[in-house]
């Protein structure tokens, strides 16, 4: 008798560093950065909008650093590559409103080792953060969000190596990638769909080859046949980009800076913040953990989840999922996770160095292109995999 194969298409996107919610996350994350800098201590939860030649920042920032915010914000516009005034949003032209003051006195109570109730460093704020991983890329992400995060960076790469042969892009655009998978695992790319800001001079065709090429380089030949459906700027222009065609906002783009609508997702953003907010630092670390049971074979793919109280140290509750696919069960994974790490978050941010980007990596890298999957960052590292099989070892029959 054949086997019976369950099959199913999933679907991500990923937009570009020009996309105005990312510009936004990218100028949020660029004023996190200089405030470390100067000011590890610094507390940070900074907001950005962007419209037609004008951004707004805003937010609770209490720090010793000393910081010209309006610097950075257009030095991270310009970096991007809004500098074409004609488009409607330049760092040449734009002009930016501050409207910042001091972090709460009484959320700074609580994340202020011996300030608070409890007296060492609490959650800065209650909720539950999520973290993924899966085999089914060398990365341990998935195969959606990964490849359409692919797709825009190499995009932008060509962009700005070569400006003059790839004259015709503008910084923003959007990509999707479904995919088939079949009995769990992804075996062909169905459908790409990328959307791309152009010069009015920009002949589709040229585009349309262009998108091929890069999604022959970036996808694996054993997942892409004749059969893929591509739409490329499929409305037929996409001129009017950016700021200047949609209103972005610091942490519209959740989705995408995680796993593609893959798992779970507690609901708050990453960028502008500083690691004593757990919407953040704890996200992170969980992404660790999964990543490293993966890697340590105890799992295909692991979704882990923590809780936590405002001013709590400790999370109120952590939960392991791997879908059935590990090598023990998921209630004894969960003491191996308690026994292997340390989720205050102190320890977090002492764990992962989150006070101290700088060292290959900065937190506006975060900011385009997802925040998990790229090796630069240090909750990708999988170096805790002894230490969980050792630990995995207790519980197996």
Request: charged share 25%.
């Amino acid at each position: 008798m054949s086997k019976i194969h369950v099959e199913h298409v999933f679907t991500s996107e990923s937009v570009s560093e020009g996309h105005p919610d990312k510009v936004c996350d990218q100028i949020s994350d660029a004023i996190l950065d200089a405030c470390l800098s100067q000011d590890p201590e610094s507390r940070v939860a900074c907001e950005t909008l962007t419209t037609t030649n004008l951004v707004v920042i805003s937010g609770e920032i209490t720090t010793k650093a000393k910081v010209n915010w309006q610097d950075v914000a257009l030095n991270a516009i310009r970096k991007i590559g809004y500098n074409d005034p004609s488009v409607g949003f330049s760092a040449d032209d734009a002009k930016v409103m501050i409207c910042v003051h001091r972090q709460s006195p009484d959320i700074s109570q609580g994340v202020t080792e011996g300030a608070g109730r409890f007296k060492e460093q609490g959650a800065g704020d209650q909720g539950m953060m999520f973290g993924y991983a899966s085999n089914e890329t060398p990365a341990l992400m998935p195969a959606t969000i990964y490849y359409a995060h692919k797709i825009v960076e190499e995009l932008a790469r060509l962009r700005h190596e070569d400006p003059v042969r790839y004259r015709y892009l503008r910084p923003d655009s959007k990509s999707q990638v479904s995919i088939r998978y079949r009995d769990g695992k992804p075996v062909a790319v169905e459908t790409v769909v990328v959307s791309h800001q152009h010069t009015p001079d920009m002949p589709i065709e040229w585009l349309e080859a262009l998108v091929r090429d890069v999604v022959k380089k970036v996808i694996p030949a054993e997942l892409l046949s004749d059969k893929i459906v591509y739409y490329v700027n499929p409305t037929g222009r996409f001129e009017v980009g950016g700021p200047h065609g949609d209103t972005g906002l610091t942490g519209r783009k959740i989705i995408v800076d995680t796993y593609g609508g893959v798992g779970s997702h507690g609901g708050g953003a990453f960028s502008g913040k500083d690691p004593s907010k757990v919407d953040r630092s704890a996200a992170y670390m969980c992404r660790y953990i999964a990543k490293n049971i993966v890697a340590a074979k105890l799992a295909e793919k692991c979704e882990v989840q923590v809780a936590y109280a405002i001013g709590v140290a400790d999370p109120l509750s952590i939960n392991v999922d791997t879908y059935g696919t590990g090598v023990i069960n998921d209630r004894d994974l969960e003491q191996v996770i308690r026994k292997v790490f340390c989720l205050k978050p102190a320890s977090i941010v002492k764990e992962l160095g989150l006070k101290y980007p700088g060292s290959g990596w900065c937190y506006q890298d975060t900011a385009a292109y997802g925040h998990f999957g790229r090796p630069q960052f240090p909750w990708e590292r999988v170096d805790r995999v002894g230490e969980l099989q050792e630990a995995a070892a207790a519980y197996r029959k």
